[in-house]
Structure formats: C-alpha cells, structure tokens
Nanobody, 123 residues
C-alpha cells in the first residue's frame, strides 16, 4: 500500500510560482497513475493534473500552460510546478495514486491520498 506525503505549499503573491512535491513510500510512483487535486473552501475536490504510468500528462483547462506535472522515478516523487498563480488557485492541494492504467480525473477513482498542502495566493 503506497503512502503519499505532500510538501511545498505556502503563501505566494499573484503571478508567482510554487513547486509541490509528493513523496511516495510503499510503492513506486511509476506503477501508479499519479494525480493532483485541489479543494478550495466550500467547494468539492477537483482534478488538477495527472501523469500516467508511461508518462503521459493531463491537465484541467484552467491550469493548462501554467502547471506542469512531472515524475522523478529515482526519488519516487511526483511534482507539480505551478506558475503564474492567481487567487483562484488558492486551495489545499492533494496528491493521489491509483493502481491502474487509464488516467482518472475524478477523486472517487483514486484509492490513495496524501494529507494535503495549503497553497494561498495573495492578490
């Protein structure tokens, strides 16, 4: 059973950047579909990005071109590079993993979750 620990959140000004990390243990990230989700206050948890087992990447429209998901197999870690941040990106960001081949974009399809990391963008 894989365990996930996120880090890298914080407070940043609009237009700035952050890189989130998701360190995995108990399983190798390249064997899972790895996803990033976010949940803003009063809203449901929403898909942000995912990377497939063969390295294909997928993004929700609102972050396409600004966010990049990547994977370092040697470090068993998945990253979310976030650029050009705006206030609408403020949320708790969660890393998730699912032992599957097809990429999933809804939270209900992921079995393993990290504890989340807060990202706050000030305008």
């Amino acid at each position: 059973q894989v365990q996930l620990v996120e880090s890298g959140g914080g407070l940043v000004q609009a237009g700035g950047s952050l890189r989130l990390s998701c360190a995995a243990s108990g399983g190798t990230v390249s064997s899972y579909v790895m996803g990033w989700f976010r949940q803003a206050p009063g809203k449901e948890r929403a898909f942000v990005a995912a990377i497939s087992r063969i390295g294909g990447t997928y993004y929700t429209d609102s972050v396409e071109g600004r966010f990049t998901i990547s994977r370092d197999n040697a470090k068993n870690t998945v990253y979310l590079q976030m650029n050009s941040l705006n206030a609408e990106d403020t949320a708790v960001y969660y890393c998730a993993a699912e032992y599957t081949i097809a990429v999933k974009t809804t939270p209900y399809e992921y079995a393993y979750w990290g504890q989340g990391t807060q990202v706050t963008v000030s305008s």
